[in-house]
């Protein structure tokens, strides 16, 4: 007979392997956590707040859609990987300080320019109250258009129940795409998402009700009427809660980046040479909106001003995608409808290509230029540019009574001599 003393048990090797794999596994996870407790001490540390989902930011709207929720605590936000900041709402909805009952104030209504993407004390909407020392009740929304600023504005202005000195509609060119494709976003369980995925397939009618209501934990899971799935909701807490999976995202983003937009949406109006019908309904439709702000102003004795946002590529033309594009010629037709509508407005265009960096280069610098890096929006420094030109335009036309309006003109007159240099 032969001699088994030697030969190895089946069940020991399956044991060691098992232990050899939970030990490499043991190994892994202490790595990553180690790392992830490192990351933290360093600049990556951005990326938890970077692009956050504002859970519980938004509440659903009848009329607008989507609107800030009142008093809202202090979120943490990151803006271009770099600057953090903190968000939160007042009584009235809007990312400001609590209003104190002033019975004169500007009331500045916008989309993200206004609302967002810089600390509040940098804000434009700050600046201005800083520099004219006069209230500004700063309501910019994030993602809305020109109607959805409309409707914001009448319903700020029936909860303070006094009429403002001046309005101001801080215009940004994606507010016409914006109010094409209203209702674009809604609020489902506390997310801002967007409302054209989700259309009733008979008559391809948005569901509002449906999309406003609580979903049971089995349409949560396993119903394609909910908008987040049960994987996007996993994913969301991953990005909210550990660096690694951020790094992990960009690198796959880097590696296969899929197809690419040719135009930022910011742009996509940009482009058109020759209006198709369908376009020419929009922009009939859009500016419509701009001429019930005028009613709005009208029917509380207030002021109105239009401020006119570029992009940055129309600040900045070698960002451009497409070479040959006349940047100019949204601000060519805003201006001849505010100009016939007897509209005060202020395009920025001009003004802030004359302090920006016209040198090409391949990205911008957000400590000297006036946009962010990664980000479309304005820098700080741009916020604070905005702020002083926008001051300036008030006080020169006499838009409200500022205190000390003439020595308050001059120190802006100085501050903006000195930027040039």
């Known amino acids: ?73 202090d979120i943490p936000l990151s803006v271009d990987n770099r600057v953090e900041y903190h968000i939160w709402s007042n009584e009235l909805g809007c990312f400001d300080e609590p209003y104190h009952g002033e019975k004169q104030f500007i009331l500045l209504v916008g989309d993200s320019f206004t609302h967002s993407f810089a600390p509040f004390q940098d804000k434009w909407g700050t600046q201005i109250e800083k520099l004219l020392h006069y209230r500004v009740l700063k309501c910019g929304v994030t993602g809305y258009g020109t109607g959805q600023e409309l409707e914001k504005a009448k319903a700020v202005i029936g909860k303070v129940n006094c009429k403002p000195q001046l309005i101001i509609v801080g215009y940004f060119w994606n507010d016409l795409s914006d109010d094409f494709s209203f209702p674009n976003l809604t609020v489902v369980d506390g997310f801002l998402v967007s409302s ?68 930022a949406d910011s742009n996509k109006f940009l482009v058109f ?93 957000p400590d000297r230029d006036l946009y962010w890096r990664h980000n479309s929006h304005w820098s700080i420094r741009g916020e604070h540019l905005v702020g002083l030109l926008v001051s300036r335009y008030i006080l020169e036309h006499r838009l409200v009574q500022a205190p000390d309006g003439e020595a308050r003109l001059r120190s802006i007159q100085e501050k903006l001599a000195h930027w040039r240099q």
């Open 1 to 73: 007979m032969g001699d088994f003393r030697h030969q190895p048990n089946p069940r020991s090797r399956l044991s060691r392997c098992a232990l050899n794999a939970g030990l490499i596994l043991l190994s892994v996870v202490a790595v990553l956590v180690l790392l992830e407790t490192a990351l933290r001490f360093t600049p990556y540390r951005y990326l938890l707040t970077r692009d956050r989902h504002l859970r519980y930011y938004y509440y659903f709207d009848p009329v607008k859609g989507f609107d800030i929720k009142p008093n809202v605590k």
């Open 196 to 263: 054209h995925k989700y259309r009733d397939p008979k008559t391809g009618e948005l569901l509002r009700e449906k999309l406003a209501k609580s979903y049971t934990l089995w349409e949560k899971l396993f119903s394609g009427a909910y908008p987040l799935s049960f994987g996007e909701m996993i994913r969301y807490y991953l990005d909210q809660h550990l660096i690694i999976v951020n790094l992990f995202n960009d690198a796959a983003v880097r590696f296969f980046p899929g197809k690419k937009k040719v135009d």
């Open 273 to 365: 040479q020759d209006d198709p019908p369908w376009a020419r309904e929009v922009w009939k439709k859009h500016l419509a909106n701009l001429a019930a702000f005028k009613d709005l102003a009208a029917a509380n004795g207030a002021r109105l001003l239009v401020v006119v946002i570029p992009t940055n590529t129309q600040v900045y033309p070698f960002l451009a995608p497409h070479q040959g594009l006349d940047l100019e010629r949204p601000n060519k037709i805003l201006g001849g409808f505010l100009k016939a509508q007897g509209i005060d407005y202020l395009d920025l265009l001009p003004l802030m290509r004359t302090y920006a960096d016209q040198q090409p280069r391949p990205s911008l610098n």
